[in-house]
């Protein structure tokens, strides 16, 4: 079982930054593939960048490629999502995910909002 709890969601302008922390309870957060998902109003959940166990490898969304970032510390249970150039379309709440031996886990999402 893992709980996750995500936080750093706030109100920002458009060309600014934010880092989201989504941390992590259990002993085995190390052996799951850890992603960030993000649902705006009125639309379904979708994928924004995912990180592998160890870390060595990322990929991201079209839309936020070059301007976010997913980082993990292992010995910190946490993992990162570094936003930048932040633009309106990017409102939504942030969920973070983990995901192994078939199973996915689920925060209860961070709201980001982005004004024009």
């Known amino acids: 079982q893992v709980q996750l709890v995500e936080s750093g969601g706030r109100l920002v302008q458009a060309g600014g930054s934010l880092r989201l922390s989504c941390a992590a309870s259990?002993?085995?957060?190390?052996?799951?593939?850890m992603g960030w998902f993000r649902q705006a109003p009125g639309k379904e959940r979708a994928f924004v960048a995912a990180i592998s166990a160890g870390g060595g490898s990322t990929r991201y969304a079209d839309s936020v490629k070059g301007r976010f970032t997913i980082s993990r510390d292992n010995a910190k249970n946490t993992v990162y999502l570094e936003m930048n150039s932040l633009k309106p379309e990017d409102t939504a709440v942030y969920y973070c995910?983990?995901?192994?031996?078939?199973?996915?886990?689920w925060g209860q999402g961070t709201q980001v909002t982005v004004s024009s």
């Open positions: 995910n983990a995901r192994g031996w078939g199973v996915d886990y």
């Open positions: 259990g002993r085995t957060f190390s052996s799951y593939a």
